[in-house]
């Protein structure tokens, strides 16, 4: 893939869900759920979804098929893998990261940042956390043969975290101060404390299905 084909695209103040930032989680076909996992495992990544109202949404589905197009792939653009429209009428996307790159190396773990730009201190954040992410596009083919955007991910700046307790009447939320955004590079993040994020076509994975986080066979790039 030319390095034209990875593009840098900003999602910001959405609410979180999902977030499993700190460990790599699989999708288990039996259970019909995903479980927390080694790196190492097979199709484990690191993943996160997010919300975004109907009409940012839109502007940003047709954001990612124009660049789908530009990519000059065979197959025709079909959809934006992970994302889904919700019952409320808001529209859910989903990225992830691989736990190994294609020579079985382990990969960092996504960027997580506060509102300081600094590292975040604990990454056992919740659903309902807020804050920008910073992701990676680029086009894909399914095992059906249909063409798409994937998502990866980069960086996570949280603004307002949500921890959880012993239970669901137990939640502590603990807002970070947001400086400056979060913008294009680590420029768009401030000083270099988190480091540089490695090449993204080592990182990059298959797309997302439609349940909680599954993960759908490996895809052609």
Not at 27 to 55: I, L
Not at 139 to 144: A, N, R
Request: proline share 7%; with cysteine.
């Amino acid at each position: 893939m030319a390095n034209t084909d990875f593009k840098p695209t900003m999602c910001r103040n959405v609410e979180f869900k999902y977030p499993r930032l700190s460990t790599t989680f699989r999708y288990s076909t039996a259970e019909k759920r995903s479980e927390e996992c080694a790196p190492t495992a097979s199709n484990a990544s690191y993943s996160v979804a997010w919300e975004m109202p109907q009409g940012e949404a839109g502007k940003l589905h047709a954001e990612l098929k124009t660049h789908y197009e530009s990519c000059n792939r065979k197959e025709p653009f079909t959809k934006v893998f992970g994302m889904k429209k919700l019952e409320n009428g808001n529209v859910e996307f989903r990225a992830k990261r691989n736990g190994t790159n294609s020579q079985g190396a382990l990969n960092e773990k996504p960027r997580v940042i506060d509102g300081m730009k600094q590292p975040l201190a604990d990454l056992n954040i919740w659903g309902g956390s807020k804050g920008s992410i910073k992701v990676t596009a680029y086009p894909v083919t399914d095992p059906d043969g249909n063409g798409g955007i994937s998502l990866l991910i980069d960086t996570v700046q949280i603004t307002h975290a949500v921890y959880g307790g012993g239970g669901l009447d137990d939640f502590d939320e603990v807002g970070t101060t947001m400086q400056g955004g979060i913008d294009a590079a680590l420029d768009d993040f401030g000083p270099a404390a988190v480091g540089s994020p490695p090449a993204a076509s080592q990182l990059m994975t298959s797309p997302i299905g439609d349940d909680e986080i599954p993960f759908a066979p490996e895809c052609r790039v």
